[in-house]
Nanobody, 125 residues
Framework: QVQLVDSGGESVQAGGSLKLSCAAS????????VAWFRQAPEKEREGVATIAFSGTRAWYADSVQGRFTISRDNAKNTAYLQMNSLKPEETAMYYC??????????????????WGQGTQVTVSS
């Protein structure tokens, strides 16, 4: 069993940066894929980035490639999402999620049984 607590969301101006954190409890975290998702009002939840258990490989949605960086520190049971050059349309609730890899880390929600409570990011123009 893994429990996740998201934090770091706040209001920021367009072009600004934020770093989200995902603190986990449970020893299994270090062997799981970790992903970040976001959901804007009246929109479906979408995958943003995911990282392998080792932290050596990461994958990104096209919309954030080159601006967002996902990372993790297994010694601290924590994952991060560094977001740069934020845009107003990226205003959303951001969630971290964790789940077993079965060989691949994907941006499919079905891979992730464990979810944080979400942290709100608001980007103003």
């Amino acid at each position: 069993q893994v429990q996740l607590v998201d934090s770091g969301g706040e209001s920021v101006q367009a072009g600004g940066s934020l770093k989200l954190s995902c603190a986990a409890s449970g020893s299994a975290f270090s062997s799981y894929c970790v992903a970040w998702f976001r959901q804007a009002p009246e929109k479906e939840r979408e995958g943003v980035a995911t990282i392998a258990f080792s932290g050596t490989r990461a994958w990104y949605a096209d919309s954030v490639q080159g601006r967002f960086t996902i990372s993790r520190d297994n010694a601290k049971n924590t994952a991060y999402l560094q977001m740069n050059s934020l845009k107003p349309e990226e205003t959303a609730m951001y969630y971290c999620a964790a789940g077993p890899s079965s060989g691949f880390c994907t941006l499919s929600e079905r891979q992730y049984p464990y979810w944080g409570q979400g942290t709100q990011v608001t980007v103003s123009s």
